[in-house]
């Protein structure tokens, strides 16, 4: 480049050198300009490299087309998992409010019938409550009855006793009555009213019996109230017939 520029530099025709070189014959010089620089860029070696650049970029193409492949697939099969679970869980979920709307149902009913229970064994206790009252009242009741049944026994016992021992005397002063004064008492056939019957001899008697010509005169007397009062009065025999009904003051 020296050179070059050295040539290409304007020459001075006052100097030393130009006056010599004008007058030395001209010889030819090389011209920069027409002139290549000998570069070797060694082809083959350049080729070899961007050989085994191009199969080490086609290796990292295909490495990376088959990874992102992969993570495509990845991608998708992730996703299709993700979408199958999101399907099962949506399906758990559906399952499980069902499952807890019928959960609330039975609780609601089984509060309902509990309560109901309640009510029915409030109703029930206060019913045993009631029935043992009655059934206290009842004791209390059938003991003052039996209490009352025990004295009336012994009353009816104590009377029984009393009338049998009466009844030994009553024999003969009634069969005295009947003998010497004609008087008998027979059942009216009526509660509480006696028939007392008075026997007039006409004839003689027969047996036990009054004779053919005796008299029979009755009264009935009423014992249901405390003042005895005739309700009845008869004659038979040979004048038989009614005197009638009267009533008076035993």
Request: hydrophobic content about 35%; proline content about 3%.
């Amino acid at each position: 480049m020296a050179v070059a520029n050295a040539s290409l530099a304007p020459s001075n025709p006052f100097s030393a050198s130009a006056s010599s070189r004008a007058a030395a014959p001209m010889s030819p010089q090389p011209n920069p300009l027409t002139q290549l620089p000998n570069v070797d860029f060694n082809f083959e070696e350049l080729r070899q490299r961007m050989s085994a650049f191009t199969v080490k970029f086609d290796a990292f193409i295909e490495r990376g087309r088959k990874r992102v492949l992969e993570e495509r697939n990845e991608f998708r099969e992730r996703l299709g998992e993700l979408t199958e679970d999101q399907r099962l869980k949506s399906q758990s979920i559906a399952t499980l409010s069902s499952a807890t709307t019928t959960h609330r149902s039975l609780l609601a009913r089984e509060q309902s019938e509990k309560e109901e229970m309640n009510t029915a064994i409030r109703s029930l206790e206060n019913t045993h409550a009631t029935h043992c009252k009655a059934r206290d009242r009842l004791k209390s009741q059938i003991a003052q009855t039996q209490r009352q049944i025990d004295s009336k026994l012994q009353a009816q016992r104590d009377y029984n006793a009393k009338l049998e021992s009466q009844s030994r005397l009553n024999g003969p002063e009634l069969a005295f009555w009947e003998t010497y004064l004609g008087v008998r008492l027979e059942g009216a056939g009526v509660l509480d009213r006696i028939k007392v019957v008075f026997t007039l001899e006409g004839g003689r008697a027969g047996g036990n019996g009054a004779g053919a010509g005796d008299r029979e005169v009755w009264f009935e007397l009423d014992l249901s109230h405390r003042d005895y009062e005739v309700r009845g009065m008869g004659r038979s025999g040979r004048d038989e017939g009614h005197a009638g009904g009267g009533e008076g003051a035993g």
